[in-house]
């Protein structure tokens, strides 16, 4: 038994991912999930053989590889940065790992609900119940029916690859005919059909190859480049397609087996210099278990624009370090770890099974900057490309918001071209309220708001706000526009008026939500401040505005008791609460007997939600939470709790509802999490989740 | 990125998230739950900025009605896998949830950790907090002192 860590966790992965029954470690093949639902492609078989007009006539249906089977390549760490990428390094042959045989037989008919053609593409399936109870066949999916079948080929390869085989020479002895739920390749040959088989048949349902009569794959049912792929393949051969296709697929399951690479697949993938695992190691999985980067390595990111979609693209030093591919804009990134002093080259692949070469114009990078991490941009748009390195990660930023079309950080344009008294306004939000006038009485109008900035400071205009109008928001000398920016979040929410019967109703909304607002924002200004300007008043703007008397008072009062550290809100019981920040901000953490609570939204769905938190029947938190980017986590520190068990409730005005019990060690600081959770379908319906943990939770 | 294509790329780190923290058993059929969910209401999760990570919640909730707090994990390895101490599993399963996920996909599974970080929808240095968190809390547990490099 292995005595290191690392070791034993590896051996632990791989009897976790076989009691999965499913690929889940990286490098694994990637195949369908069995509850994944089907793929319009795969039901585009039945579409098609339903309907004799259609062009679709064969296709090919990837159910799967070898669960064993290593990428022929190191998946590319960072391609999701920009778009999708080929994790498998296949390419347009990843259909052809696991497939074990190859049958032909005539299709007499289809089992299971029928495909239904869908004018904008596809095919959907109005028959399938959601219930499984409700099948008639494995997931409800429709099977194929097949008479006087043959064996064509066994590709072999693998144990598993023997098993299909195995399968279907059973199914043939036993005379009974043979039904496929989802085979891995289908082409039509006049009426009969060739089906290529793999041991997951019964569970993989993904689609990506489609092919008519003559081979040729058909557009939006085929992986980019398998026409091309294919026919070099079968001119290098100089055999058939099933000889060629076989054999390729014979070559991709020995090499699942950690067998070498055959002749064909260093013909499509060129030699294996190295391990993919030497790669991985070498190139992606570098930095030690603190996060810390190595001695005498540097990270590195590499962000590529303009590269032709079509093709791979890689670092390659004295071996080929990583790949990536791009979004359908030709942007790519790759990022990961190198020895301090490597120089490496921008290399494409051009389309998949292609030559592998650098790419033109685009010197060498040198990776000896004394920088925490090298940086680098290459555009590849013109003719001529373009490269930047050594760059700053505000430089690197601003690079792709500009590449992206977007204003750089902390520079504010006039794009409404509204430019008044020296303010750039940025923004004009339209805010429409859901409002059912069969339902309801009272109209709910448009909110607009403007929101400009003049570099330091900030302004909100609340026009046709139902409850404030005309009515100017100014925050001054703030220190921190974006802080300011939050103002935003004062206007009702887009479904606020939902349900409101009175107008009274709407303006206390309106009223809550920017006290709550303000408090925020009014405590940042404080943290922002709290150094030279002591005692300023953060709601000047509000002042001899026509707001509630009593509101800026209270707002006022707020923010100066935080200015002197004291509790701004109290829980009774000799406790107290307040707000200590939000996410992203500068984290005071408990001591001794503290708890901190931390509260978020973290629902989609239900974008703005009012959630009330109680301790023992004590209201702790009492505000409306914005879901924003899901990392709206808001904090409050709770002390004086007395010893022993305390009952913590939340309810929310969605209806949800949470009741839990904790017990803090006595003199020893504790952290809680409660968020708020729905998407429809839950079942479990709106809810809250709890947390408890004797060490700081950490967020995004 | 149509729905082939992100179960194409992410289907299988989405299982393994789901299978670390909540096991083989509940955790796959979380992941499949999740997916299902994602085909279902693919025209709007797919223009999330991060599906996985988005699903990854879903699956929770899917997960945490079957949920098992301990015993979830296997505690020896199936028959012609490597060995691992005994211990491994109850260690594992004392660890917080985002510790287990990140230390099993990273250093089990071999995910990177930007990867991991993304599923989980923290930071990656919030992710190699919770790592070296869980690497400590493993090594005390099984009394381990030596590490591969």
Known sequence: MPDDLESQLQAFGATLESQTGEPIANGSPMMSSSAARPSRRWWSIAGAAACPCAIVIGLVVVTGRDADAPAARPPSPDASVFGSGDSSGLGAFEPLSGVGAVIEGTVVGFRGPMAVAVESGGVDYPGRSEDADEWTTPFGLPVIVLSDVRLVASVGGSGRADEATGRVERALQSGEGIEVLAPVGVYREGDRYELWLSPEQDIGLMSYLAFDESGKTIDGLSVSGADEAFRRLTEHTGEGRVATLAAMARELNVASDDGPRGPLMEFVYGPEEVSSEENSSEFYDGTTEDGATREGHVQIDVRVFGADPSNVYGLRGDRVLGWFSTDDEGRGALSGELPLGETVHLVVEASPGGVIDDVPGVPPLVVDTEMEEYRAVIDLD????????????????????????????????????????????????????????????????????????????????????????????????????????????????????VGRAAEAEVAETALSSIRATWFRVGSELAIATIVGEQGRSVVLGLEGQGIDDDLIGDLAHRADQFLRGEPITGAGSGRTVSETSRLGEAQVEPVGGQVKLWVSNQSFEDDTVAITIEIDGVEIVADTFEVGGQHNWFSFMIDGLEPGEHTLTATSDTGAAFEGTFTPPPGEPRWMVVDYWYYPDDAEGRHFTFDESDEPIYFA | VTYEEFVRRDGARLRAGLVAAYGPDVGADAAAEALAYGFEHWVRVGGMENPAGY???????????????????????????????????????????????????????????REAAELLDVDISTLRTHIARAMVKLRTALEVTVDAR
């Open chain 1, 382 to 497: 013109d003719d001529l490309p373009a490269w930047e390195t050594e760059l700053s990660l505000a430089a690197m930023n601003n690079r792709m918001r500009s590449e992206l079309g977007l204003p750089p950080e902390g520079v504010h344009d006039d794009p409404l071209g509204l430019e008044r008294d020296g303010w750039a306004l940025v923004q004009r939000t339209t805010h429409p309220f859901d409002y059912d006038p069969d339902v309801f009485s009272v109209p709910c109008p448009q909110a607009e708001a403007i929101e400009a900035f003049n570099g330091t400071s900030q302004v909100i205009d609340m026009l046709e706000h139902p409850t404030l109008p005309d009515v100017d928001v100014l925050v001054l000398d703030v220190g921190s526009v974006d802080a300011g920016s939050r103002l935003a979040d004062a206007f009702l929410g887009s479904g606020d008026c």
């Open chain 2, 55 to 113: 699903l990854y919640r879903v699956g929770q909730s899917e997960a945490r009605k079957h949920f098992r707090p301990t015993g979830f994990l296997p505690v020896a390895p199936a028959p012609g896998f490597p060995e691992f101490e005994p211990g491994l599993a109850p260690a594992m399963e004392s660890l917080t949830e985002p510790q287990r996920v990140g230390v099993v996909l990273v250093h089990a599974l071999g995910w990177t950790q």
